[in-house]
């Protein structure tokens, strides 16, 4: 096991068109995470997994984004109608549930609409 | 509201000077604080926890609930130092609230 690996590590798309990416996380690890990173800020967080239930999503994920993780290993994020404010590093982390010790990030997946 | 200010983008410090790195939360509840450092092309990696007490390569943070503060301090910087560093914590919905960083240089 490699850690968190993110796919793929960039992306350029031109505003209106859709983009998905993929997060496979840690193998033993229940709970999944997606956070986006725009220039200058921290990582905001997105929404999260636990298995293949969605617990909780952001105010920031709008109607044009939409996660899912089918068989509660790994996840897919999808921007549909990509803006140009999209762009930004989208991160992804897994953890152990009830694990008190944060999370362990992928390298990210970094996205330009232009 | 929940937040985490960090005042400082950049930091700048000579080697074998001592550094701080400032980070103050605003949180209703007892939150877990931590520091996490993003080295150069590296991934945002874990630094260290305020639940576990411990130091790591050197560094050490104290919460301060008085305060609400969980500065990052270390008593002689080292070049391999140079990083972002990001104070965080996690509520009981166990969701990470960063802030937007820190730029620690430390100059040979």
């Known amino acids: 096991d490699t850690g968190v690996s993110q796919n793929p590590r960039h992306k350029i798309t031109k505003r209106g068109q859709n983009v998905t990416f993929r997060c496979d996380p840690i193998?033993?690890?229940?709970?999944l995470y997606w956070y986006r990173q725009t220039l200058g800020q921290g990582p905001e967080f997105l929404t999260y997994?636990?298995?293949?239930?969605?617990?909780?999503k952001s105010r920031l994920l709008s109607d044009r984004f939409s996660a899912e993780r089918p068989k509660g290993s790994f996840s897919t994020l999808e921007i549909q109608r990509t803006e140009q404010g999209d762009s930004a590093m989208y991160l992804c982390?897994?953890?152990?549930?009830?694990?008190?010790?944060?999370?362990?990030f992928g390298s990210g997946t970094r996205l330009t609409v232009v | 509201a929940q937040r985490v200010t960090q005042p400082e983008k950049l930091l700048s410090v000579f080697k074998g000077a001592p550094v701080e790195l400032k980070c103050n939360y605003s949180?209703?509840?007892?939150?877990?604080l931590f520091w996490y450092v993003q080295y150069s092309r590296q991934r945002l990696q874990l630094l260290l926890r305020?639940?576990s007490r411990e130091s790591i390569k050197g560094f050490t943070a104290d919460l301060n609930k008085g305060e609400t503060s969980f500065h990052l301090k270390k008593p002689f910087a080292q070049e391999e130092d140079s990083a972002m560093y990001y104070c965080?914590?996690?509520?009981?919905?166990?969701?990470?609230?960063f802030g937007t960083g820190t730029r620690l240089t430390v100059i040979p």
């Open positions: 982390a897994s953890s152990l549930e009830d694990r008190a010790d944060g999370y362990t």
């Open positions: 193998s033993e690890h229940n709970r």
């Open positions: 997994f636990q298995n293949e239930a969605q617990l909780e």
């Open positions: 949180y209703s509840g007892s939150p877990e």
């Open positions: 305020h639940i």
């Open positions: 965080a914590f996690k509520t009981g919905a166990n969701n990470l609230f």
